[in-house]
């Protein structure tokens, strides 16, 4: 990541020599030099989790930009820029740098959002939003029959529930009283999903069994399903609504390029092409 943003930084690089030592953070061969106003207005445009790695390591950041440097001066040295391989990548990154530019001013530069259009969205996609009915439980696991029916006898005798899950369970969920959490339907094993839906918040089950063991379970919230607020989906409609304004965009613009160029497929020679799997040599 860091050389991603050292490639960037080179750009800032500038050929004059010319300058006052107190604006300038480097001088590379006296050809080159990294000024301080420079190097702040190209970090300024960073995305901030990169601005924030280079206010920690600036020293370090600022010798990786000079060694890059130097690297770069000596491939242009040896003439590599004149590589034909070298100037197929450049054309390469070029054109898709350029692509990149033109959708961001056709496209990206042109999908507008409105509070409105999310209301309108958020109205009509409401079952999108929906929860449905949640509950949470704690529960105690053991081995042996006997052993519940001993817990469930001591249950009767007011004994608190999460102590006993924290003393008895052999559970992981022990370490915190039992409690399993939040779980809809389709989550838990049937044996118990099927108790806690017909229990009141409260209410401590029988002797449930499981592949697990035996399990007595204590029902403690019930949620209700609902219909999350606005509010809470917002930045995921609007998220949802650029990505599909985008896509409207995007296709409007490359149709009416088609239908400005000439455009011509051989299908004939098309059908021809067939890419022979890569053989895997044998063991």
């Known amino acids: 990541m860091k050389y991603i943003i050292i490639t960037i930084l080179l750009l ?3 050929g004059c020599v010319g300058r006052s030592d107190k604006d300038v953070l480097a001088r590379i061969d006296r050809k080159h030099t990294i000024t301080l106003a420079g190097f702040n207005e190209r970090i300024s445009k960073l995305p901030k989790r990169y601005q ?7 020293k370090e950041f600022l010798d990786e930009v000079i060694v890059d440097t130097l690297l770069y001066n000596e491939a242009v ?4 820029d004149r590589d034909d391989d070298v100037k197929k990548v450049i054309r390469e990154a070029e054109k ?6 033109l959708l961001n001013e056709e496209v990206e530069e042109k999908i507008i959002v409105n509070e409105k259009d999310i209301a309108a969205y958020y ?4 079952e999108k939003f929906a929860t449905p009915e949640a509950l949470r439980a704690s529960h105690i696991l053991v081995k042996r029959e006997e052993e519940a029916r001993d817990i469930l006898v001591e249950l009767s005798n007011n004994r608190n529930f999460e102590d006993l899950a924290r003393g008895r369970s052999i559970d992981p969920t022990s370490k915190i009283g039992g409690d399993i959490g939040y779980f809809t339907r389709h989550q838990l094993v049937p044996e118990i999903e099927e108790i806690c839906f017909n229990m009141q918040v409260g209410e401590i089950s029988g002797i449930v069994k499981t592949k697990f063991g035996y399990h007595i379970i204590k029902l403690t919230e019930r949620k209700p399903p609902r219909v999350k ?3 809470e989906v917002r930045d995921a409609i609007e998220e949802t609504l650029k990505r599909l304004k985008k896509k409207v965009l995007f296709n409007e613009f490359v149709t009416a390029l088609k239908e400005k160029a000439q455009i011509t497929i051989n299908n004939n020679l098309l059908e021809t092409i067939s890419l022979e799997p ?3 040599p044998e063991d």
């Not at 109205?123 to 409401?126: F, P, Q, R, S």
């Open 229 to 231: 607020e606005l509010a």
């Open 52 to 58: 924030d790695v280079i206010n920690k390591n600036k």
């Open 123 to 126: 109205n009509a996609n409401k």
């Open 96 to 101: 898709k740098i350029l692509i990149a530019r």
């Open 278 to 280: 890569e053989q895997k």
């Open 77 to 80: 040295r040896k003439k590599l």
């Open 12 to 14: 800032m690089i500038s």
